[in-house]
């Protein structure tokens, strides 16, 4: 859990986003990794769809 806080307090603090109490840092650091978790998931997604469609091709 720790990665997850250090990764939402940079997010807070790159944006000026007012310091959150220690169950809201919780709650935006467990929100941010799903928002990064589905980035990610989509990249891979789109590369795999592509490398599909280079090697069908």
Request: proline share 4%; charged share 10%; aromatic share 14%.
């Amino acid at each position: 859990m720790k990665p997850l806080l250090f990764l939402a307090t940079a997010f807070i603090n790159t944006f000026g986003i007012t310091q959150p109490s220690g169950e809201a840092a919780k709650r935006s650091a467990q929100f941010i990794a799903t928002l990064l978790g589905i980035v990610i998931f989509i990249f891979f997604s789109v590369v795999a769809v592509g490398i599909y469609m280079l090697i069908r091709h």
